[in-house]
Structure formats: C-alpha cells, structure tokens
C-alpha cells in the first residue's frame, strides 16, 4: 500500500522560511515523477512544482525563485524548502506521487501552512 | 497556461440518477486530461486519465469522453458516496493546471 506522509506546516509570518517533508512507503521517490499541489482554504488544487525522477525541476511562476522542491533518494522523501512567504501561499499542501508521469496518482493527507502576522 | 472552465459549477441530483460534468480547456490539451474526486476533508482521488482510462479500483459507473477541448465525465447512476467535488487537470505541459471544480450535491 502506497502512503505518502507530509509533515512540517504550521503558523509562519509573512517573509518566513518553512520546509515541508513528505515521507514515502510503497512507493519508490527516486524512480518517479513527484509533486507538490496546494490548496488554499475552500478553494481548487494549484499545482506548485514537480521533480523528475532525474532530478529536472519545474515550478509554477507564482511560486518560482522562492520555492525549491528536492528529494533524498536514500530516505524516499520529497521536500519543499518555502521561503519568503505571502498571505497568499496559505493553504494545504499535499505532495503527489506521478507514475503515469504526468497524473497525481498518489496524495498524501496534506500539510496546512498558514502565513499570518 | 491552459486555462480549464467547469461547468456546471454546482449540479443537483438525486442517487440513481445520471450525472454530466463538463470541462473546456483554452486550447488544445490533445487527449492529455485526467478526472479528480475529493471528498470534504480528504486528498484528490485519480478517477479518469488519459480523458478515458479509469484508474485502479474506480467502479464503472465513472466514464470520461472528449479530446482537444472539450471534455466529459459522466457518472451512470449515482451512489451516495459520489457526492463530492470534481476536478480536471490537463498535463499536455507545465505548468500543469486545474480546473476549478464542480460541486455534485444530493438534491
């Protein structure tokens, strides 16, 4: 059985820093296509970033110069390094494992990030 | 970007009755568009790919259609648990985008 599991969200001011971990069993990180997708409060899914199995990185332009999305193979873990956040990055974030490349297959159970002062 | 436009917003049924939820892409996204469900609470589930292909463990009832722009999911004869908010998402490039959503509701 595939679980992804996010940890580190929680209450940041604007301008802060945040890293989100995303722990995977039944499932291989290094041999996929993984993604981070975020969800602000009663809102739509946004796509945020994705990294290749080969380590390619693609961001979505409200995020990029200030999101780094990165993996370690050896503890099959997704990460998303969060830096100077907005009002506006409030939301769930759920990390997404991509078999099929291009469709989420997998989600985790999401991280609530909230950036208030 | 690829812009995606649900429509109905909201559709009202009732269980056992058949259900059409709609999606428009801006510009072509080929057959590349998959189908989201997501329940009060909980994380997106993977219903259609690829515009037609169920994914693992989805029952038959769910159906996608469509290519280029104009798309469809159909669902054949409502259970109670189908009442949820559905999604599409196009992958045809990145970033890859979402529609934004449509509510199916008991009536």
């Known amino acids: 059985e595939v679980q992804l599991v996010e940890t580190g969200g929680g209450l940041i001011q604007p301008g802060g820093s945040l890293t989100l971990s995303c722990a995977a069993s039944?499932?291989?990180?290094?041999?996929?296509?993984m993604s981070w997708v975020s969800q602000a409060p009663g809102k739509g899914l946004q796509w945020v970033s994705v990294?290749?199995?080969?380590?390619?990185?693609y961001y979505a332009d409200s995020v990029k110069g200030r999101f780094t999305i990165s993996k370690d193979n050896s503890k099959n873990t997704l990460y998303l390094q969060m830096n100077s956040l907005r009002a506006e990055d409030t939301a769930v974030y759920y990390c997404?494992?991509?078999?099929?490349?291009?469709?989420?297959?997998?989600w985790g159970q999401g991280a609530l990030v909230t950036v208030s002062a | 970007e690829i812009v995606l436009t649900q429509s109905p917003g909201t559709l009202s049924l009732s269980p056992g009755e058949r259900a059409t939820l709609s999606c428009r892409a801006s510009?072509?996204?080929?057959?590349?568009l998959a189908w989201y469900q997501q329940k009060p609470g909980q994380a997106p589930r993977l219903l259609i790919y690829?515009?037609?292909n169920r994914a693992t463990g989805i029952p038959a009832r769910f159906s996608g259609s469509g290519s280029g722009t104009d798309f469809t999911l159909t669902i054949s004869s409502l259970e109670p648990e189908d009442f949820a908010v559905y999604y599409c998402?196009?992958?045809?490039?990145?970033?890859?985008?979402f529609g934004q959503g449509t509510k199916l509701e008991i009536k």
């Open positions: 997404a494992g991509h078999p099929r490349k291009y469709y989420f297959d997998y």
């Open positions: 039944g499932f291989t990180v290094g041999s996929n296509y």
């Open positions: 990294i290749y199995s080969g380590g390619a990185t």
């Open positions: 510009q072509s996204v080929s057959s590349y």
């Open positions: 690829d515009a037609s």
């Open positions: 998402q196009q992958r045809i490039n990145w970033p890859s985008t």
